[in-house]
T-cell receptor, first 110, second 113 residues
């Protein structure tokens, strides 16, 4: 059983559309990270959120940490084919270990 | 930029062979981690180390061991490779007080025949 549940598992959209990926848990995290991973490569860090209710923007990507620090979302505006990849969320619970979600595979069609 | 490198991108080994996977980071990070990644299962922690010569078991340590003789280098050892150890292996490092943020290497795709 995953400590962090990501939804949806797969997402296929047309270029220019918006999308949202969710990361939920019953546990409280001291911080939460989002990574993007391309096939055959390691995950690349996108953002770390620390404060409940925090919103961070990275160009067309918006990340939100829930008020209770149990959940997070990633919203992509006007998706492009370069956004294609596996999106992983990971939560830290006070120490330096992370618990990972199973990931959301995003495909953006040109 | 943090750089984490792994000794091989692809490896093919025979059942029963001893396999060494090496990871090097250049940011003087105290913490280093080994994960395996399998479809539908996400990343699972095998071992981690928070200092030289220190190691702790993760969630799935069976069949693996590790070595950390120098701060920058963390090795994963498969004592006797088995087919169920075919996987993508990922190394990561993190600084102390880094809010849990980890930086990953490019991964080693291991096939055990």
């Amino acid at each position: 059983t995953q400590l962090l549940e990501q939804s949806p598992q797969f997402l296929s959209i047309q270029e220019g559309e918006n999308l949202t990926v969710y990361c939920n848990s019953s546990s409280v995290f001291s911080s939460l990270q989002w990574y993007r991973q391309e096939p055959g490569e390691g995950p690349v860090l996108l953002v770390t959120v620390v404060t409940g209710g925090e919103v961070k923007k990275l160009k067309r990507l918006t990340f939100q940490f829930g008020d209770a620090r149990k959940d997070s979302s990633l919203h992509i505006t006007a998706a492009q084919p370069g956004d294609t990849g596996l999106y992983l969320c990971a939560g830290a619970r006070g120490d330096y270990k992370l618990s990972f979600g199973a990931g959301t595979t995003v495909t953006v069609r040109a | 930029d943090v750089k984490v490198t792994q000794s091989s991108r692809y490896l093919v080994k025979r059942t029963g062979e001893k396999v060494f996977l090496e990871c090097v980071q250049d940011m003087d990070h105290e913490n280093m981690f080994w994960y395996r990644q399998d479809p539908g299962l996400g990343l699972r922690l095998i071992y981690f180390s928070y200092d030289v010569k220190m190691k702790e078991k993760g969630d799935i340590p069976e069949g693996y061991s590790v070595s950390r003789e120098k701060k920058e280098r963390f090795s994963l050892i498969l004592e006797s490779a088995s087919t169920n150890q075919t996987s993508m292996y990922l190394c990561a490092s993190s600084p102390p007080r880094g809010k849990g943020t980890q930086y990953f290497g490019p991964g080693t795709r291991l096939l055990v025949l």
